[in-house]
Every structure is written in structure tokens, then in C-alpha cells.
């Protein structure tokens, strides 16, 4: 286990260094902000989207399948959400999160959502259907879009780190 002395001297020096923040126009790489309290602020609506019950799926059916689902679903959401003008920048299991930005932010990610949601029931479903058609199951997903202004900031340690995207999530979820 990591020392608790040094430990603490850590957390005590992120208290009480005062955060570098800088105004941002566009979506920073992991490298474009510094570990210490360093931070970008920029204006941008995130989209979150991720499977339903994949809890569920993970103990009802084999892992190469469950496997496939969490596939199909990231690369399909993925592509749309880059089409769309969406930057992603975070994975989390079965979700993905993207960001937003510039004048047709709003819009863009929902345009996104739409369609995320149209390739699930009308290309991903029956598509499984197709692949495996002895199985009940369908892939179910949700969706959460919120918009306002976010503090990028890096955390982790050196060699393991990445970006941490803070704002006030108002996210309307829905189960589509």
C-alpha cells in the first residue's frame, strides 16, 4: 500500500495550490493541460450514452456475446457521435461520453442522440436478430445530454492519468 504520509502530502498540496484556469475554445488533448491544479473552461453540452441492463446481459448470457453487444453499441455510437461533431473522451465499460462544442452544440448532440438511437432498433437489433436468431434478447440503451459551462482538469498520476470533465449535470436520461 502507498504510504499515508505521502499520501496526504499530496492531497494537501492540491488544497492548497490555486487552480491555473484558462478560457478554452476547443477540446484539449490529455497533454494540452498540466497535472497540477491546472484547467480548461470552455462552454459544451456532453452526451452520455450507454447500455441498459448491462448488468443483466454480462450474467445471462456468454461474455464473447455480451462482448459483442458492448461492441456493436460503441463502435455504432461512436461513429455517429464523430460524424455529428462530437469529441469523445471517456469510455466507462458499456458508455461512452462525448463533448460538444460551438455554436451548434445543443443541436449536434442531439442529433447525435436521434440517431444512436435509430441505429440501435433499426440496424444493431435486427441485426442480432439475424446473427442469432434462437435469442431474446434486444439491446436497450440510454441516453443523457447536458449543456453549460465544464472545468476540464487532469488527474491521476504521472504514466496514469487523463482528463476529468466538472459541471453541473442536469442530464435528462432517457431508456430509448
Do not use: H
Request: hydrophobic fraction near 40%; charged fraction near 25%; charge should be neutral.
Amino acid at each position: 500500500m502507498a504510504d499515508g504520509n505521502d499520501i496526504l502530502k499530496e492531497v494537501r498540496e492540491i488544497f492548497k495550490t490555486k487552480w491555473d484556469r484558462r478560457e478554452g475554445k476547443q477540446v484539449p488533448d490529455t497533454e494540452d493541460v498540466g497535472l497540477a491544479n491546472d484547467s480548461v473552461v470552455l462552454e459544451g453540452t456532453i452526451l452520455y450514452a450507454d447500455l441498459v441492463d448491462s448488468t443483466g446481459l454480462v450474467a445471462g448470457f456468454k461474455d464473447w456475446f455480451a462482448a459483442e453487444m458492448y461492441k456493436s453499441y460503441l463502435v455504432s455510437a461512436c461513429r455517429i457521435i464523430r460524424e455529428n461533431g462530437g469529441e469523445i473522451t471517456a469510455f466507462d465499460g458499456d458508455r461512452v461520453m462525448a463533448v460538444f462544442i460551438g455554436g451548434a452544440k445543443n443541436s449536434s448532440a442531439a442529433e447525435a442522440a436521434l440517431k444512436i438511437n435509430y441505429a440501435v432498433q433499426y440496424l444493431i437489433n435486427p441485426a442480432i436478430k439475424e446473427a442469432y436468431p434462437q435469442t431474446a434478447y434486444r439491446l436497450k440503451q440510454a441516453i443523457g445530454i447536458d449543456t453549460g459551462q465544464l472545468l476540464v482538469a487532469r488527474t491521476g498520476i504521472r504514466g496514469s492519468n487523463d482528463l476529468v470533465w466538472v459541471g453541473r449535470a442536469k442530464l435528462r436520461r432517457k431508456t430509448l
